[in-house]
């Protein structure tokens, strides 16, 4: 068993999405410190507010402000805060029905340790000093003694300039391991040479390997080496350019069938102008100093393969 | 049975169940060569080649992954060569058996080939969970799963379902029970440990691991044929909770308490039952919506306290139940399986053996 392979894979994006008409009131509402519930058929205030009845599929868009105070009704004291969670320090995730509402809202409480906090007591939401419209303008609760606290002014300001969609950035962190058939098609590499594996029972090779026939489904394990030349079996021009590709467009992009191998790879041709490429072209790979796969693929100067040598890898 | 049955509807079977042993990392291997085994294991046991079998399909997460389309990277792994009859859930496995149950109840296939797998070992599980939130209210805010859960079993202590020690006794019970499951990740005596996030410790939380399971599903004769006890399905259902956590009561499970009814779990006492429940509380929970009294043996395979492959745990409790059914254990069993976050979205199924 070679070493196992390891490498980190960050996965984020920023995800762009658009409000209906009763989050979009609602995030709005939160730029302008209001907190806005929806009012169902039978007369109960969900906050945070939806589109449609959770109980009934009514749709619902009766909005009414409520109050910026409420009341716990359960938490978990959460001593180690985890990236991109609201507070840095330890705090309390809570569900907090708001004094108007029927429902909890969940959120984040900043507190001192667990023994501050119980179910039953009763909290004020602390505003984000900056406010975008998302649910992190409200920045956390805090514990609040006093009475219940009217719902917030500026309903005035919910009408002029709405917010109509969030941005919600997200990213996850994965350490990626390719398995037993790649890493020995990665560790081959590492010595130019292009390893495949054969299915022992329809006979092909595949590469990349990945363990597996597709075709029979049954594991393979006997290791071959293919190439380095091989067949174009078919091939694109791309025209567009690629962001942070430092290859002038425009190239060619194409299947290449090494030789030994029952199953085309892909790469791309160079060396030879991109209108003269051409189903049979015969090349090899071009390998770079320190790379870890091939550059690029160019003509080895033969004479092109017959058509009946490839046609099965089209 | 006093309920009704819809009139000429085929009498559908798990057949054969293999599980991987389920293991914190497999590194050394990609899905589909951890699945492979499992998959040719399930048909070993039947007789049946991949050519045989008429549906197939997975439950599997591309977020595990952390790739778009991961599962067709394991479909390798069934000899995936068209035509073949398949399809894909992004769910827990338990859901394509449901899935693949209807296609057999329709006529249009007699077997069934169901697999789910999940490596949550490349990443960090709990903020991977997060992304399956509301996107606009909650899913910005990054409350992992064990928060979500310790929300949940404040909820029940509150409400004096439960209590740290009887909370703890569960935990325990299932890691003991586990020790006859060698495919379980944690068996024996684990130590309660610190808070993960107050009221739960990590005994209260699941292991985070990696597995696969399989199971070949079959129809009226062929069930027969396949199997010398089959486990019959008598009734699959699933249901879902209001998407917000701030609408339901934390405390009760209305949800699996329907998918019960509808899958007829209530008509006759069960002997068994395998009851997926990431969480010590949230076993809490679904003894409550299900009516299980100590009559019932629940989670003799150590359940999700003691292997929770994501993606793969809900599948395996229906596997195990069909299992003791198989081997005699158990003439009527009841299996659950959940996802999401505080038993979002249930299913039940209910199996039954032949009398002997």
């Not at chain 1, 599929?57 to 938490?75: K, S």
């Not at chain 2, 389309?69 to 827990?92: N, Q, R, Y």
């Not at chain 2, 076993?283 to 292997?307: C, F, I, T, Y």
């Amino acid at each position: 068993m070679p070493e196992v392979l390891k490498a980190p894979l960050v996965v984020e994006f920023p995800f762009t999405r658009s409000l209906g008409p009763v989050q979009s009131a609602f995030l709005t509402g939160l730029r302008e410190r209001v907190v806005l519930g929806v009012r169902t058929g039978d007369g109960r205030t969900l906050v945070p507010p939806v589109e449609y009845d959770p109980v009934t599929a009514e749709e619902i868009h009766d909005l009414v402000p409520v109050a910026p105070t409420g009341t716990v009704t359960t938490w978990a004291w959460n001593h180690a805060p985890r990236r991109g969670q609201p507070l840095a320090t330890p705090f309390a995730w809570v569900l907090v029905r708001l004094d108007g509402a029927d429902t909890a809202l969940l959120h984040a409480l900043d507190a001192p340790g667990p023994d501050a906090v119980r179910t039953g007591m009763r909290v004020r939401i602390r505003w984000a000093a900056e406010r975008v419209g998302a649910i992190t303008d409200i920045a956390c609760f805090e514990p609040h003694t006093g009475e219940p606290e009217p719902p917030g002014g500026g309903l005035d300001a919910l009408a002029h300039d709405p917010v109509t969609g969030i941005v919600a950035p997200a990213r996850l962190d994965y350490t990626y391991s390719p398995g037993r058939a790649q890493s020995a098609y990665i560790a081959g590499l590492s010595a130019r040479r292009t390893v495949g594996e054969r299915c022992p029972s329809c006979r092909k090779v595949y590469v990349p390997p990945r363990g597996a026939c597709p075709t029979c489904g049954v594991p393979t394990a006997e290791r071959v080496e293919v190439g380095p030349r091989g067949t174009v079996t078919t091939f694109c021009i791309v025209n567009i350019k690629a962001k942070n590709l430092d290859i002038e467009v425009p190239y060619v992009y194409a299947h290449i069938a090494l030789d030994g191998a029952d199953l085309a790879l892909h790469g791309r041709i160079g060396g030879i102008p991109y209108d003269q490429v051409r189903m049979g072209l015969r090349v090899e790979p071009v390998w770079t100093e320190g790379a870890r796969h091939p550059d690029h693929y160019r003509p080895t100067g033969e004479p092109d393969a017959d058509y009946d040598v490839y046609k099965e890898l089209l | 049975m006093t309920r009704e049955e819809p009139p000429g509807r085929r009498d559908v079977a798990v057949v054969a169940f293999a599980q991987t042993d389920v293991a914190r990392t497999t590194d050394e291997l990609s899905e589909v060569e951890m699945l492979m085994p499992v998959l040719h294991s399930v048909l070993e046991r039947t007789g049946l080649k991949t050519a045989d079998i008429d549906f197939t399909c997975s439950g599997s997460s591309d977020y595990l992954a952390g790739r778009a389309f991961s599962f067709t990277l394991a479909l390798d792994g069934v000899g995936a060569w068209p035509p073949i009859s398949e399809s894909h859930v992004e769910m827990d496995g338990a859901w394509a058996l449901y899935e693949a149950w209807t296609k057999l109840l329709t006529g249009d296939a007699d077997t069934a080939l169901v697999y789910s797998y999940g490596k949550s070992s490349p990443g960090s599980l709990r903020d991977v969970l997060t992304r399956q939130l509301d996107p606009y209210y909650v899913a910005p805010l990054w409350p992992d799963s064990v928060a979500l859960a310790a929300l949940q079993a404040q909820a029940l202590i509150d409400a004096g379902d439960t209590d740290e020690p009887a909370l703890a006794a569960i935990g325990a019970r299932s890691r003991r029970t586990a020790t006859l499951n060698s495919h379980a990740q944690l068996r024996g005596s684990v130590p309660q440990g610190d808070y993960a996030v107050r009221p739960l410790r990590t005994g209260d939380c699941p292991p985070v691991g990696d597995g696969a399971a399989a199971v070949v599903l079959a129809a009226g004769e062929r069930a027969r044929e396949l199997c010398s006890r089959p486990a019959w399905i008598r009734g699959v259902d699933h249901r879902v909770e209001a998407h917000s956590l701030g609408v339901r009561d934390l405390t009760d499970s209305p949800s699996t308490r329907l998918a019960a009814q509808r899958a007829g779990a209530f008509d006759r006492p069960v002997d068994t039952a395998e009851l997926h429940a990431p969480f010590s509380s949230q076993e809490v929970v679904l003894r409550k919506a299900l009516r299980l009294d100590d009559s019932v043996r629940v989670n003799l395979s150590g359940g999700a306290l003691a292997a929770n492959p994501v993606m793969a745990a809900g599948l395996i409790r229906i596997g195990e139940a069909a299992a003791r059914i198989h081997r005699g254990d158990s003439d009527r069993a009841l299996a659950h399986a959940t996802s999401g976050p505080c038993l979002q979205q249930n299913l039940v199924a209910v199996l039954e053996g032949e009398p002997r």
